[in-house]
């Protein structure tokens, strides 16, 4: 018995003490994992990375540091030295799951997936509103165009070039997009939308615009070089923008029935700096 009791003593004597944490360290320590979780190059990672897993974890890690930094200020040391370790870790699989190829791929196809599926459904309705209008055979071109890059963009996904599929495939839905917002019967614009207002047309009107403006950018980096093409189009679109900045004023002052028929003609202007260019859309 009492070399039993002997041999517990002798034990516990040569265990190492465990000191409690310094109050001042982890002071220091909170701010540090604050950084870490908000404002370091780790955090840019993960939000850069645009992966919920990746993002759920760094909640977590927030969470944890609230936590902890409330512990210490009620004098909870051991607790607040735990729950900022738990921060820290749960920082470090955020950012595993930000550099995981894997994941980012995945995401990336998912995203691919949704936008050809899209275009698919635009492009199904274009060629039906265009037999309906009598769209003619530019209407034609243009579906085959968009048919085209819409293989060229699933040749590029399949060879794990899914960057470059998106580009392509953006390209795609926002011509296909903008031809189904174009569509004329002569000068009238053709609509089978019923607005509640003007107010709301103008909306509707400001997105078309805004398409637009991203079709210039998209379809025209490669068209662009030669002066002549580019006096056109520079041309056509510092008029759409001064058309735009006045429709915006015009709907400042309520008058939204203005504003739509200065964005009609603003879009007008583009629909000219994408045709110069030599891509053919309806308008």
Known sequence: MLLAAATVFNAAAQAPVK???????????????ATLIESSSAARQIQASGIEAAATHRTRARELHARAGAALKAGQLESASALLDD???????????????????RKQKIDFDARMESTRVLLDAQKRIAAEKGGG????????????????AQQLAGVGRLVDARTKIDGAYLA????????????????SLNFASKAEEYTYEIDRNDTHKMLVQMLLKDKRGMASVDAMVDQAVGAAEKLRAQAE???ARRDHEG???????????????IRAAGVYIPG
Do not use: C, H, W, Y
């Open 87 to 105: 921060a820290s870790r749960a920082m470090f699989e955020a950012v595993r799951l930000a550099d995981s190829n894997e994941l980012v791929a």
């Open 137 to 152: 055979p530019r209407a034609g071109e243009l579906s085959q165009r968009v048919e085209a890059e819409m293989r060229e």
């Open 176 to 191: 296909v997009k903008a031809a189904i917002g174009n569509l004329r019967d002569g000068e009238t614009v053709v609509r």
């Open 249 to 251: 004023e015009q709907a």
């Open 19 to 33: 000191l409690p944490p310094d109050r001042d360290q982890l002071e220091r320590k909170l701010v540090s994992t």
């Open 259 to 273: 504003a739509v028929r200065t964005l009609e003609q603003s879009t007008r202007e583009l629909v000219k700096a």
